[in-house]
């Protein structure tokens, strides 16, 4: 084994390090073999937790240079991290009232200001004023839980959110309203009404911004262009324009989507709930709609690559990219464990155990092999290269995988502690009740459902929070650009 090992580090460090010293690659080639390495990858090893939230953490994201970290929770709150030291530097009371789902860190705003949704429906904005408070106010609504945000890449504007309501809504900062896009439904062949998408997932396009994926509780990977809805809003057509599904899946009733991410190169990932997790080429859409495929030979002969080995199941996971040219992919697992594949051949080449229950997101870092996730446990966990003895795969990866094959393929319940059932039937409880699902007109499109906005201010010393209502701001009103 160790035969092995040395010779994999001397074919695969040696030459780069002697280019490096003797300035025949630069420092960035260097920078971005090193961190694409197989044997850095499979170095990867716990690095440390941020402990503060006081409930489960759903969300994490770096900021643009990498510095920085925010994570949402349970408890409501919104924390930034200087992750390297592994110190807390701001808390502050979001103002949603039930979990929050996303939290991001819009770039070019020097860190001040933070977008987050949650289970309540709201969308909101929390901005760090110069005296180290921090404002927070609600920019939109939806009925139903809002897992997903979706920023403009470069733009400290503009952003995207969807709901289980199946609306997608289009924000500007520089406004201070959504603009209502349009609602999701499902592809009917018969004349009975369309139903509602409940979605969970939107993502932008990094190479064309014009275009973003939604995905949600059918089989069907959806891209839209931004330039079809005008600013007048008065097109709310939810038709795409291109549709990604693995051949076996298309009409089935038992999958939907959890996790959507874009690479580099605009390869689409998707990630299904108790199936499996499949990369598309740009080549291998759909069209616009699958009822216009008659037979199995309009389909593309390219299959796309799959990623087994997880478990996808019980809650809303993501999946990601990991690499300067995204050359991995991961994904949490039902079993508490983080699987990354190599890209090109989806080969394990590292599994660790990420979370006592479930681990949930994988954010990498912009530059750094280095990464950062949560689940059902209080604190953020970090990830990067460690030296060590520890191997690559667990031993007894044999029996993870296939205890996850068969509970996937049986879709049977995976085993969980009883205060981890508990959590997921509250959620489901939540759902139930807090989400009606329906058809909605085009006057709902057009009609604001704003409750009255509430700016709060947090003080931020030791975490002891105080809040205070503001009046309603005039921002005037605001359409796509």
């Known amino acids: ?248 899946l298309l009409h089935s009733n038992h999958v939907h989507i959890t996790g959507l991410a874009y690479s580099k190169a605009s390869e689409l990932l998707v990630s299904y709930n108790d199936e499996l997790i499949y990369l598309f080429q740009k080549n291998m859409g759909l069209g616009p709609s699958p009822l216009s495929l008659e037979s199995e030979t309009q389909l593309s002969n390219e299959e796309p690559q799959v990623y087994a080995g997880h478990r996808n199941s019980r809650t809303v996971k993501g999946v990601s990219f990991l690499g300067p040219k995204d050359e991995y992919v991961m994904s949490g697992s039902d079993c508490g464990h983080i699987f990354i594949w190599r890209k090109k051949d989806a080969k394990l080449v590292r599994v660790m155990v990420g979370d006592r229950r479930i681990v949930n997101h994988l954010e990498p870092h912009p530059c750094m092999p280095f990464l950062a996730t949560c689940g059902f446990d209080k604190d953020v966990k970090l990830w990067a290269p460690m030296a060590g003895d520890a191997p690559a795969l667990p031993k007894n990866l044999k029996k993870i995988m296939e205890s996850n094959r068969q509970n996937r393929e049986d879709q049977s319940p995976a085993t969980l502690a009883p205060d ?27 009609s604001d459902e704003e409750d009255g906005d509430e700016d709060y201010i947090s003080g931020l010393a030791n975490d002891i929070t105080f809040s205070e209502e503001y009046p309603d701001e005039n921002f005037g009103d605001c359409k796509i650009s």
């Open 1 to 248: 084994m160790e035969t092995t090992n040395f010779k994999r580090i001397k074919h695969g460090f040696f030459p780069e390090i002697i280019n490096r010293e003797m300035r025949i690659s630069s420092p960035q080639t260097f920078s971005r073999h090193f961190s694409s390495s197989q044997v850095i990858v499979e170095k990867i090893d716990l690095y440390g937790e941020l402990n503060g939230h006081e409930g489960c953490v759903n969300a994490v994201e770096f900021n643009f240079n990498g510095d920085i970290l925010v994570s949402g929770s349970d408890d409501k709150h919104v924390m930034l991290w200087n992750w390297a030291t592994k110190t807390k530097t701001l808390c502050y009371a979001s103002g949603h009232l039930d979990n929050i789902f996303q939290a991001r860190i819009m770039p070019l705003t020097d860190d001040k200001r933070i977008i987050t949704s949650s289970a309540d429906g709201q969308v909101r904005l929390g901005e760090i004023l110069e005296n180290g408070q921090v404002k927070t106010r609600r920019l939109g609504k939806h009925q139903g839980r809002v897992h997903s945000l979706a920023v403009e890449p470069g733009s400290p504007h503009i952003f995207f959110s969807c709901g289980e309501d199946g609306l997608v809504q289009h924000y500007d900062l520089r406004c201070g309203s959504a603009s209502k896009l349009f609602h999701c439904f499902s592809f009917k062949e018969t004349n009975s009404p369309p139903l509602n998408i409940r979605l969970n997932a939107i993502i932008i396009d990094p190479r064309n911004p014009n275009y973003f994926a939604i995905g949600g509780s059918d089989e069907y990977a959806r891209v839209y262009d931004i330039r079809r809805y005008r600013s007048d809003g008065s097109n709310v057509s939810d038709e795409p324009v291109n549709l990604f599904c693995p051949r076996h």
């Open 420 to 446: 981890v059932i508990m959590h997921v039937v509250r959620l489901q409880r939540r759902q139930m009740f807090g989400y009606v699902e329906r058809r909605y007109s085009r006057s709902d499109l057009e």
